[in-house]
């Protein structure tokens, strides 16, 4: 889309091929409104939603992005209110019919100078905060964890001030599980790469039980901390739950020191690696938040940084437009091998693409998968592909990386943590209050009606495009700026500033015992 959109009026266009345009009015079109010099809104039509631009016949294409996002079931006229009622799901892409890769040129020239204040580990990977992970290696000493870092917080943590958080890194596996099952590498390696996130400085505490199936050596086997301690609740020196906090906290506390003795200091900006992530997505998600999104992304590649996006069921009906972006055959093939693991496992659990989008995405105007695709991938800009990873594995290269993920917010979310990413970006219309304690999560809105209602949950409002105030360059280049902000600490988040934090999901494709 370049850095506009088609605004006339109280609609967008977004291509010359389109047969429908998005209602951006935030407050919808009446019947009788025009869309057009000559053309009138038949009926009611919400912000978000499609109007139809010309006649529609039954069966014929309806056309949003210059691709065909489904079949009229009906004869639709122009000015009619375009919806999943009326449309039909068309086949999903197949993918050995993928086009191969396209030369477009150079992406633009890179991007030097560009610095924020982060955090050096000895991997040579980089912090924007300074966090205290204490982790787990079953989800029955969940509550432990908790516990400790309740108590830090309250009693420890104003010793240590150049620590920024103590967070509790819970989950629901370890226990229960079938370990020689190919399937829990999935599970096991996220949670092994969770503990190397640049945020944690190499210096994570783990807590186990004692007889967890996945023990705490297993997930600490790749941190390069200089002293690697966990310990097990059930270890016979303990005598009752005080003497497992006391022991707890000794421990904490020679992390503390060590994490403490970190200090800010000036790094490029290719040493940021940010996750790009949407969620509770409408209509207008796919023409304001993620192309501002998309076009920071592009930014960030050209200054040598690592981006990543993510959700394949939100990708998969949008591969034509993502694999002639990819140059290189093999990462090309492994990009086809994950859509195609994730198509046979969907059919395993008798489900279809047809289960996304949610009922509240078709209430902000996206009627089916294809659409919401479309518009999710925006967020990648145009930067080439150079890899992709397979679930729960960590990023290698830098430039735009597509990791495998579900497009659950929350598992997305923990597997982009494992990745690496050392900022989030996540972009919604309908509205999350979504957020993760590990790193900063910037949250943009698509439209400036829920930039308006969620004044204190919302830290970029994309909606200034849709209302003509604002181009897509001009609100790419603020949220990178933004983003270097955030990164070095000068600008807290909404989410941080509230205290609003999800807990982490994993994906576990494999058995339970």
Not at 120 to 125: A, E, H, L, Q
Not at 478 to 497: I, N, P, T, W
Request: aromatic share 6%; hydrophobic share 40%.
């Amino acid at each position: 889309m370049g850095d506009k959109v088609n605004l006339v009026g109280d609609v967008v266009r977004i291509t010359d091929l389109d047969n429908v345009a998005t209602v951006v009015n935030l407050q919808g079109m009446s019947a009788g409104s025009h869309f057009s010099e000559t053309d009138t809104v038949r009926e009611f039509i919400p912000m978000g939603h499609k109007v139809a631009l010309i006649p529609i016949e039954e069966g014929q294409s309806i056309i949003k992005y210059g691709t065909a996002i489904g079949k009229a079931r009906c004869a639709i006229k122009p000015g009619d209110w375009v919806h999943f009622k009326n449309m039909e799901l068309i086949p999903a892409p197949e993918v050995k019919h993928l086009p191969g890769p396209v030369n477009s040129g150079p992406l633009g020239t890179p991007l030097e100078g560009y610095t924020f204040e982060g955090y050096k580990n000895k991997d040579g990977s980089t912090g924007t905060k300074n966090v205290l992970a204490i982790a787990t290696s079953v989800q029955c000493v969940a509550g432990m964890a908790e516990h400790l870092a309740h108590l830090i917080k309250r009693d420890l943590l104003q010793f240590y001030p150049n620590v920024d958080d103590v967070v509790a890194i819970n989950h629901s596996y370890g226990c229960g599980i079938a370990m020689d099952s190919a399937l829990s590498a999935i599970p096991v390696r996220t949670l092994q790469n969770l503990l190397r996130n640049p945020n944690f400085g190499n210096e994570v505490m783990v807590l186990g039980l004692g007889c967890e199936k996945l023990r705490p050596e297993q997930l600490v086997s790749e941190l390069r901390s200089e002293k690697r301690t966990f310990m097990y609740l059930q270890d016979p020196e303990f005598n009752g739950f005080g003497e497992m906090v006391e022991g707890a906290l000794k421990m904490a506390k020679d992390y503390l020191q060590r994490l403490n003795a970190r200090k800010r200091a000036t790094c490029p900006a290719s040493d940021l690696v940010v996750g790009m992530q949407c969620g509770g997505s409408d209509g207008l998600s796919g023409i304001t938040g993620n192309p501002v999104a998309g076009f920071a992304a592009d930014l960030l590649v050209r200054a040598g940084a690592s981006v990543m996006f993510s959700e394949i069921t939100e990708v998969r009906d949008a591969l034509h437009v993502l694999t002639p972006r990819i140059e290189d055959g093999s990462v090309r093939k492994k990009l086809i091998d994950e859509i195609s693991w994730y198509d046979q496992y969907l059919k395993r659990g008798r489900a279809d693409r047809s289960a996304n989008p949610t009922p509240g995405n078709r209430q902000g105007g996206l009627s089916n998968v294809i659409e919401k695709a479309m518009g999710s991938i925006a967020k990648s800009g145009s930067s080439p592909i150079v890899d992709v990873l397979s679930p729960g594995e960590r990023i290698r290269k830098p430039g735009m990386t597509f990791a495998a993920t579900p497009a659950s917010d929350f598992i997305c979310g923990t597997l982009q943590l494992a990745a690496g990413m050392n900022l989030h970006v996540f972009i919604t219309g309908r509205g999350s209050p979504y957020g993760l304690p590990m790193v900063p999560v910037i949250k943009i809105s698509s439209n400036s009606r829920l930039s308006r209602q969620w004044h204190d949950l919302i830290d970029i409002n994309a909606g200034a495009v849709a209302d003509g105030d604002k181009s897509i360059e001009q609100m790419g280049w603020e949220l990178f700026h933004y983003m270097l902000d955030v990164a070095s600490g000068k600008r807290q988040v909404a989410c941080d500033r509230l205290g609003l934090h999800n807990d982490l999901v994993l994906f576990n494709p494999g058995p339970v015992t």
